[in-house]
């Protein structure tokens, strides 16, 4: 993958236990952060990628590639299988998404109702069937300050709940996953 013009790359060495779907991997992400993108959206987006975690599963080329979501899960011939969202993205992207990719989930830092009420009323293929996937408020900011640019994480998920240590800062949250429409 390219890096950006301006972008600045993070390094995360990852434990991963996510008991929930028996999910047991170590495993290095390399996240370039565009300057427009924020440490709460790019934290989202690596967090995205370890709960999403399976083979296939990489970043897209990202703000450059309109084509592609933050997260994408390939199989072995090269279609999109999941569509990983992160942030607020519009009732099209997801509507193209969905008709690209047999799975679509949307990862926000925001608020959940008010992310998923900019979608009424609006046409998206197998809306129903988007999954919209949302933090305890606060914790995304909770975790923000520990970020550094070569970063050492442990994420552990026992039952809807997420156990983060990020470069030794200790923190929890509830994982609310819901449908999109």
């Not at 293929?125 to 520990?146: M, N, Q």
């Amino acid at each position: 993958m390219a890096m950006a013009a301006g972008a600045t790359m993070y390094t995360f060495d990852v434990t991963l236990s996510d008991v929930d779907r028996g999910v047991y991997e170590q495993f290095t992400v390399r996240a370039a952060r565009h300057p427009s993108e924020t440490d709460a959206f790019m934290l989202t987006r690596v967090l995205a990628f370890c709960l999403e975690y399976e083979e296939g599963i990489a970043f897209s080329e990202g703000i450059s590639q309109a084509e592609e979501p933050a997260v994408l899960v390939r199989d072995a011939t090269g279609a999109i299988t999941a569509w990983i969202e992160v942030g607020a993205p519009d009732a099209a992207r997801l509507h193209f998404g969905s008709k690209l990719a047999g799975r679509v989930v949307v990862y926000t830092h925001r608020d959940p109702a008010k992310v998923a009420a900019s979608w009424d009323g609006k046409k998206i293929h197998r809306g129903d069937a988007i999954r919209l996937v949302s933090f305890t408020p606060g914790f995304i900011d909770e975790a923000r300050p520990a970020l550094e640019r070569r970063n050492t994480a442990t994420v552990s998920v026992v039952e809807s709940r997420l156990y983060l240590e990020l470069n030794g800062t200790a923190v929890d949250a509830e994982v609310i996953a819901q449908p999109a429409q």
